[in-house]
Every structure is written in C-alpha cells, then in structure tokens.
C-alpha cells in the first residue's frame, strides 16, 4: 500500500485550490485524485462568461477560470496528480481505494480532503406523476451534451425549476435554434442569480411561471406534453389551473445534492437532509483528518467563494498535519 | 419461407423458459419478440419476488405451478449464473384476527406443498427484522422465498436458448397468423411478422398482455387480457438493509397486497399497488400510487420516508380471470395458450416451462433430446457484486475494467462492451443488464459515454441511439461545427 501524506479526492476548482493552499502551508506529499482525463470539474462544461469575477476581478468562461488553477497546480512540485483515478472506497482510518484502467490501487492517508462536488437531483427524485419516456434529463447532463459532445438533445423544450444551470440552458437551446416554451417553478421567485433572469430568459421573452408544477408527463417513447398547474403557499394544487405545455424535451433544474457516498462509507455523519456532512465549523467533518470542500461540503452559488473556502481547507489539513500553524 | 417446429410468440420470461427448455431437444425453434430487446414487456417491471408459494388458490395451475417454480429456479439459476437468493419472507400480523388467518394460510399452504412454514413471535421479529414495527404481533416465515433480477434472467435464459440453436426474431411483431389444415409434412401455421413471414408446426403463444390478441389471430377466443396496474418505489441503496426478509401484510382479494421488497441489486423496493386499467400501454405512474404505498409500508416500516425513493416504475400484470391459462387449442391444433401469466408468473415460469412442453408431447411432437445440450451459460462479471481485492484482480486482466463509466453503481467499459456484445441494443438493455444509468443521478453522468460506446459498436450515429427502441431516441441531432 502507498503512503501520502494527504489524498485529495476531486480535481475541480475546490481540489486545486485546497492542493495548492495545502502545499504553500508545508504540505509536502499530496496526491490528487480525478476520476475524469483532465482537471477543472464542472467548470469545463461551463463555456458561458461570469466566473472569477471576485476573485481575479475578470470576467472568465469557466475553462479560462480552471485553466488558471491548472496552470498554478501543475507548476507545483510535491503535488501529484493521478487523472482517470476513480475513488471507490474509503475507510474511517484514512486508506482510499481508487481504480485507475489497469489497476486497482490503495492508499492511506494522514489527512484527506474530500473535493468531490455535487450531483443533480433528478425527475426521479421528486415524484412527478405520468410516464418515463426519453427525453427527459438533468439541465446538467443536457449543458454537457450541447457544450461538449456537440449533440442537441430536442428541439421544444420546457424547464422544470429555475436553477441557474436550467436558467444558463434555456438561453443555450434557443441560441441553438430550439424553441424553449416556459420555465416552471414551484416557488414565487427563482432561486437562480437575478443576472441570469435577465440576461437567459427575459431578454428571451421566455414565459416563466412562478408558484407552478409539473403535475403529470405524457409520452410513451418520447416526451410529447407535460401538465403545468398553479399552486398554493403550500404547493398544493389549485384546481382549474391546469394547462398543457407541449414539449419533446424536459430539462430538470430542481437542485443540487452534495456527493458524499464515499466518507459515508468511511463512518463520517452526513445530514440526511442535505446530504452535507455534519460539521460545527467550515470544512470539518465528524471525523478528525477526513475534511470536505466545494460543493460537496455545501452548494455555492459561484465559484469564487468555492475557491475562497477551498483554499481554507488546504489550510486547514496543513495544521492537522503539523505543517502550519492555525 | 423459413419453416419451425415450434414458433413462441413473446420473448419474456415465460417465452424464454420455454425457449430455453425445448432447446434441449432437437428441434427448429424461433421466438417472435415486437420490442427491439427481449424482457421489455412484463417481465421487466415486477417484484422480482420468487414467491415460495403461499396464498394461492387451492386447485389452481398458480399454486401448483408456483410452488414447483420456486424449486427449479434454484438450478436453473445455478445452470445459467443467474444470482438468487434465498432471502424468506414474513407475513406480518397486527391483530388476533390477521393472526388466525395466518394459521389458516400456513394450513391452506402446506397442503400445497410449500415447505418450512413456521408461525414467529415478536420476539423473534425483534431480532430478525429490527426495523419492522413493534405494533406487529406474529407473522408466518416462509424461508423459501427468493429474489432474482428479473431481466437478467431473462437474459441469460435467452443466451443460453440462442447457444442452444433457438433462433430470436426481435422488433418482429406476429401481425397474423394462419392455420392451415393438417397435411402431411407440411406445417400447420404461417405468420407473418413485422419482419417477414414464417411457418410453424406449433405455435405457442406467451405474448403477455397481448395474448387475447395473439391468441384471436389463430382463430382462438375465449379470454380477454386486462391489465392490472402495479405501481413500484424503489429506495437508496444506503437503505439496502432496511429489511432482511420480504414483507408482506395479509393478502387481499386480488393481489398480494403492498410488500417491502429487496431486490437482487441491493435497493430495497416497496409496492406493488394493484388496479385495473383499460390501457395495455398505460406505464404512468401516480400521485395516488405513490401516497398508497407509501401509508401502507409505513404501518409495517415506520422509518420508511419518501426522500428515501430513487425510482419508480409501474408495471400491467395481463390477467385473464383468476388463474393461468395453458392449454391445447383443439380448434386450431398445435396453437397452444399460455395467457394470464399473472403473478406469480415469474416464479412459475420453469414450472410453466415444463408443462408446456408436456403439452406439446401430448399432442404429437416427437422430442428426442440433443447429444450437446449446453446447459452452463458463462456468468458475466459485475464490479459491483464482487469484493474489492477481486475487482483489482479483474483490472489486472483487463485494464478496461478500470475504466469506471458509471459512477454511481460503478460498472466499468468492459462491462458495457460486454452487455452490447451480449445482446444491448438500447440504453435500457445496458441499464438492465449491467446497472449502468440506475442509480442516484440516474445517468446524467455516464449516458453520453455508454451513447458512445453504443454508437461505436454497432456503428450507428449517436442520434439514432434510443433508450428503448425507435422512436426513444435520446438526442435529435448532431451539432454542426461551429
Ligand atoms: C452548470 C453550472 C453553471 C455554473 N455557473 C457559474 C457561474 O456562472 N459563475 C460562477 O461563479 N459559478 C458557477 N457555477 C458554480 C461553480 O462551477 C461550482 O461551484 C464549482 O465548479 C464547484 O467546484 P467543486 O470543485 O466543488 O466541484 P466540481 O467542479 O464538480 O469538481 C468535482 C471534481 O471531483 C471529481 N470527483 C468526484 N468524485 C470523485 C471520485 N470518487 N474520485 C475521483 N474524482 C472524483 C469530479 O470528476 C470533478 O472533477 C456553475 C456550476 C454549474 C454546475
Ligand atoms: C407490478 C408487478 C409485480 C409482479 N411481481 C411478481 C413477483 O414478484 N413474482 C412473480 O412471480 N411474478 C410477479 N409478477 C408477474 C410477472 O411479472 C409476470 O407474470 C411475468 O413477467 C409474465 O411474463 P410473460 O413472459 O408471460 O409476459 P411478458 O414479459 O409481457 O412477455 C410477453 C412478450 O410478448 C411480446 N409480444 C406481445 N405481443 C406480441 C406480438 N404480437 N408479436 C411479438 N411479440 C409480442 C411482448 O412485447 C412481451 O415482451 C408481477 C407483475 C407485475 C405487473
């Protein structure tokens, strides 16, 4: 088994910024683990501009933001950095098991940092009645098939929740030619950054629908309508509100989940609510050694401060390690 | 035109067990499937439940048929390298009431034949099923009853019949059928397909819902299939040992009732709701299904909670009357009905299996068995099924077993490329076969590289991909470069 001083799971912005605060505070022997072939997390998928605007007073599309970071890292010694390194498992004494093509490794750590980011919640997980057609997806998953594998996923669309990434997508799909016929949300107001209002959907003249559901999916093989209906303060359905929307692809933007299955794994209390870890201070978990950063420690809305509270995590396992002072 | 000795019509698990039984003989054998994969019917969305056979009609084909399928699938599944598992069930009582009933169940039962039954006290309850709730006052442990993936069974059912020289017609739906009076050495029936005509000596209709229909196309009325809606939730993994047995409350009059289920991959599973439907194609699922079972497991696991649900499906049992129909047609000899293959049909299916080729002896087909008869079918491996030290063995031999595509249940490439070398043609097909897409995000992850891999393999572009078969494609175009 190898032995390193700290293991960083996660190679987005919150895992370079905590490798790199960690090695500027004496950390000598890191490994980086990423389960993709290039660092950077979710920010590469990001091509729109409004990243770094706090922390290098720029305005950046969400590569140029990673490509500093990578830039910085990998002029580093002392920090390794293993790409196609899955992490599969963890225990509570530190050893983290990680498959790479070819071969299956351990390593134990003296402290880890887990970077792992977060997922999006699905259709699945919020019961919307009907059926389970294609053409249903993750505003996410549907960024990545657009911006980077070239591929557009339907041509009349409506957007479930208004997340920034479903606000983000539905400026995207019209761009690409699609007609994007209403964002729907539950609650009176977006959750999304006011920007985004106004730059994806109102310069769009998209119809969003504030304090509305979707109550029902229709379509066997395709997505073919979807049932939009008012709803009160307590989300229940006002009835006679009911319209149709019609539509061959629906974008879930209904929120964000932190991934955290693998320090689960290793004993470390995780809020069933949130999916966070149970911590009384930033970037701290159950477990002395084992710390969490980024969007797995909790879902920021923009990077900066992601990058901010990150590099405060390096800090952080640099004093449990001995290497700094705190 | 190509002629069989027997053609089945349906490639779920009922076609498939009687496909892969009749292989052992020396015969020309061909099931007729209409969806692009096998096991896209019925057989896809169940419990998975090997019931051990409790609660069935005294006198009926399901009580015989199911009680002898719960024996036969523990070989076939050891033959085919299908997992099952022996995981026994409670039938959980909250009343002096429910509690007599029991002990009338367990007589009704063992009469039977359904063996080991025995009557348990809360206190073994406590400590055998923990989480069950303390309101719960006996309950009657059937420790035969199983789970096993249903699709994968099928599957390697139908693997192991194509190895043995059935041929599978699939995305070939029977259209008509004609029977043609008896002459020597000339068979009995044509049917045409989707994809072309055929004929047939014997005919054996196991179509599901559809069989009413089938069975009307050879001249042959008498039933009519409706469908009976069974809604299903299935949990988080996390929660894979909320239960240790399947649970069931006192059945009612037309279903089992709603259970707490675990399942052969590990995410515990409740439901199924049981109402008729007009619609053989109505898959939605509802509000009302869902606050249905959710009350009604709540009384036997109070800690269930909705945040709990990763999934949900529904699935149409294609009933006709109470029992099973399997039966000789006189009016159109050699046309033989397997219809109604309500639950417990998937346990029953080896049993249903043998009977029909029973049947088809009775009615002169000369069977003579094969010298080669493989009844081993290589089992596929599963990252996620196996211990670390043995997936980094696997890895060792095959780098792409390293090559991790989805994350959430952690299946590699390898095992994809497996999957579509194995049968896959749909995203669906690779979800079932291997997991890849099922769990906690659901695919948003790893459905482009698995559309990639699809693409490649079958040299297809990505836009004809489809999750289940045409007109399911998941993408509608390929970008220009701009
Ligand atoms: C669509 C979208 C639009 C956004 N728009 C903006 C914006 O306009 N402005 C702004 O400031 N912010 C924006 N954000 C927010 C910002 O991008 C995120 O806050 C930031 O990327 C989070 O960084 P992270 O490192 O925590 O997570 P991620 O970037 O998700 O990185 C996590 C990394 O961990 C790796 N990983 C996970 N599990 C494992 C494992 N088991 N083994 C190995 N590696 C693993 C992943 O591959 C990934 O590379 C946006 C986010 C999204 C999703
Ligand atoms: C919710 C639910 C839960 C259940 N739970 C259990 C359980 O736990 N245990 C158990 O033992 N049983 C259970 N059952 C019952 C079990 O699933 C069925 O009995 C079994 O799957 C029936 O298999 P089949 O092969 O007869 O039908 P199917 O799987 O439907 O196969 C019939 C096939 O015929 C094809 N077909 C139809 N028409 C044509 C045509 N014209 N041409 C070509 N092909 C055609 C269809 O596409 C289909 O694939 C459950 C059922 C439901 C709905």
């Known amino acids: ?28 022997d890191i490994l980086l683990l990423e389960r993709d072939q290039y660092l950077g997390g979710i920010l590469n998928q990001c091509v729109h501009t409004g ?25 580093l010694p002392d920090i390794e950095i293993s790409l196609r390194s899955f992490a599969v498992g963890m225990t509570g004494d530190k050893v983290v098991t990680f498959l790479k ?22 259709r699945e997980m919020v019961h919307i009645a009907g059926t389970r057609p294609s053409g249903i997806f993750s505003a996410g998953f549907a960024q990545k098939l657009i911006n980077i594998e070239g591929l557009l996923p339907g041509k009349e ?18 761009l690409e030619g699609a007609k994007v016929s209403g964002v729907v949300e539950i609650q009176g107001q977006s959750r999304g950054l006011v920007r985004n209002i106004v730059q994806c959907i109102e310069d769009f003249d998209i119809p969003i629908y504030f304090n509305h559901k979707i109550s029902r999916i229709y379509g066997r093989d395709r997505v073919e309508a979807l049932d939009a209906v008012r709803v009160d303060e307590n989300f ?19 929120g964000l989940i932190p991934e955290n299955e693998l320090i ?32 797995s420690f909790k879902v920021y809305d923009i990077v900066d401060s992601v990058t901010r509270d990150s590099l405060a995590a390096g800090k952080l396992a640099a004093e449990y390690l001995g290497r700094a002072r705190a | 035109m190509k002629e069989y000795d027997v053609a089945i019509v349906g490639g779920g698990v009922t076609g498939a067990s009687v496909a892969r039984e009749l292989s052992r003989y020396r015969l020309r054998i061909a099931v007729f499937e209409k969806e692009e994969e096998l096991a896209f019917g019925v057989s896809k969305s169940n419990s998975g439940i090997i019931h051990s056979g409790t609660q069935n009609q005294p006198g009926s084909l399901k009580a015989k048929l199911c009680v002898r399928g719960n024996l036969l699938m523990r070989r076939i599944s050891r033959e085919l390298g299908v997992d099952f598992k022996e995981v026994g069930s409670l039938i959980v009582a909250f009343t002096e009431e429910e509690r007599l009933e029991l002990l009338k169940i367990k007589k009704e039962s063992e009469a039977l034949g359904v063996p080991g039954l025995r009557m348990v006290d809360p206190a073994w309850l406590k400590k055998h099923e923990p989480n069950l709730s303390d309101k719960a006052i006996a309950a009657l442990y059937a420790p035969t009853t199983g789970i096993v993936s249903p699709y994968r069974l099928v599957y390697a059912l139908c693997e192991n019949a194509a190895g043995n020289e059935v041929e599978f017609h699939l995305g070939s739906k029977v259209k008509k059928i004609i029977s043609l009076p008896a002459a020597e050495n000339i068979p009995r029936f044509k049917i045409f397909t989707s994809k072309g005509d055929f004929r047939a000596r014997y005919v054996i209709n196991a179509a599901g819902l559809y069989a009413d229909e089938v069975s009307k196309m050879a001249g042959v009325g008498g039933f009519e299939i409706t469908p009976r809606k069974g809604e299903e939730f299935l949990l988080d993994k996390k929660r894979e040992h909320l239960v240790n047995h399947v649970l069931y409350p006192l059945p009612t009059k037309i279903s089992k009732g709603i259970l707490v289920i675990k399942t052969s991959d590990g995410n515990p599973m409740i439901g199924p709701t049981a109402h008729d439907v ?37 699935g149409l049992r294609p009933v006709a009357g109470h029992d099973f129909i399997i039966r000789h047609e006189a009016v159109a000899p050699g046309f033989i009905n397997v219809a109604g293959i309500q639950s417990p049909g998937l346990t029953s299916a ?42 980094g063995k696997l890895i060792k031999k095959d780098a792409s077993y390293g090559d991790i595509v989805c994350r959430c249940e952690m299946v590699s490439a390898k095992e994809i490329r497996d999957a579509i070398d194995r049968g896959a043609t749909t995203l669906d097909g690779i979800k079932f076969r291997t997991r890849a897409q099922a769990g906690r995000c659901h695919g948003s992850f790893c459905t482009a590289r698995i559309m990639k891999i699809l693409a490649e393999k079958t040299d297809k572009p990505l836009t004809e991909i489809t999750k289940r078969g045409k007109g399911s494609e998941i993408v509608k175009e390929e970008r220009g470069n701009d």
């Open chain 1, 236 to 254: 229940n359905e006002i009835s006679g509100t009911k319209f149709a929307l019609k539509c061959d692809t629906i974008l879930m933007s209904v």
């Open chain 2, 350 to 391: 080896p049993a249903v299996a043998l009977m029909v080729r029973d049947i088809l002896k009775d009615n002169g087909l000369s069977l003579r068995k094969k010298i080669f008869f493989h009844k081993y079918r290589r089992k596929e491996n599963h990252l996620f099924s196996i211990p670390f030290e043995k997936a």
């Open chain 1, 157 to 174: 669309v409506v957007i479930v929740g208004s997340g920034d990434i479903g606000l983000i997508m539905a400026r995207r799909f019209v």
């Open chain 2, 278 to 314: 007009s619609d053989k194609e109505d898959l939605s699922t509802s509000d009302e299904g869902l606050r249905e079972v959710l009350e009604n497991v709540k009384k036997m696991i109070p800690t269930i909670r909705e945040d709990d649900i990763i999934a949900y499906f529904s």
């Open chain 1, 1 to 28: 088994m190898i032995e390193r001083e700290l293991v960083i799971v996660g190679g987005g912005p919150s895992g370079m910024a905590a490798a790199i605060a960690a090695r500027e505070n004496g950390v000598k």
């Open chain 1, 51 to 75: 990243f770094g605007l706090e922390y290098f007073k720029e305005v950046l599309t969400g590569p140029e933001y990673a490509d500093r970071f990578i830039k910085k890292i990998r002029g």
């Open chain 1, 264 to 295: 689960e794994m290793a004993g470390v209390a995780i809020d069933r609510k949130t999916n966070s870890p149970v911590s009384e201070e930033l970037n701290k978990t159950s477990v002395p050694g084992i710390f969490v950063c980024g969007n």
């Open chain 1, 101 to 122: 093509p070819g071969r299956m490794e351990r390593v134990k750590a003296r402290a880890i940092i887990m970077a792992t980011g977060c997922r999006e919640k699905t």
